[in-house]
């Protein structure tokens, strides 16, 4: 069973990260940013934090990153004055959309390499177990990292150029290096 749920989450990682790739320019841990702030219009720092799974400060440079690039837009919160509003610009939407669809055409093609009397029952299992995913997590949210002051550089998401972007295994060691689980090559920086 460990086997193929650790498949599934390489799996689901390998098609972000190759959904993400053809993106270019924005990382796995912005486009859960903008995922977050479109299930939660005007969310203040300290929700899109709790929906990242990371820590205020490293999520208020994050939203900054955001805001430079067009795709977030930051202003007063409505209901406090010591608060602010995150919000996606129409961009961020484009942006969202577009990895949303790349996503689904890759899902959607292996799930047409089932046979065809097989694809319903395959999806409502998916769908009992994303449910029970987001039961597990309260609220569907990732656990927020505690805030210890320091300022480890870079994003919480820094392994992904050991992702391999054929099966999404991350690799063993720093490529160069060959993927375990299919053999693909996958070049240094």
Known sequence: MDEVLVELARTVVGVSTRAAGQLGGVSLVQLRALTVLHERPDAPLADLAQGVGGSVSTTSRLVDRLV???LVDRR???TSRRSVSLRLTPAGEDVLARYDRLRLAELRAALGELP???RDAV???IGE???AAGAVR???RPAVVPDDGRDEGGESACFLH???PVCG???DEEPPTVCAGCGAELEGA
């Open 68 to 70: 430079a690039a067009g």
């Open 76 to 78: 007063p919160s409505p």
């Open 116 to 118: 065809a009397g097989r």
């Open 123 to 125: 999806l409502a299992a």
């Open 129 to 131: 177990f994303t449910a």
């Open 138 to 140: 309260p609220g569907a």
């Open 162 to 164: 050991r992702v391999c």
């Open 169 to 171: 295994r991350v690799a």
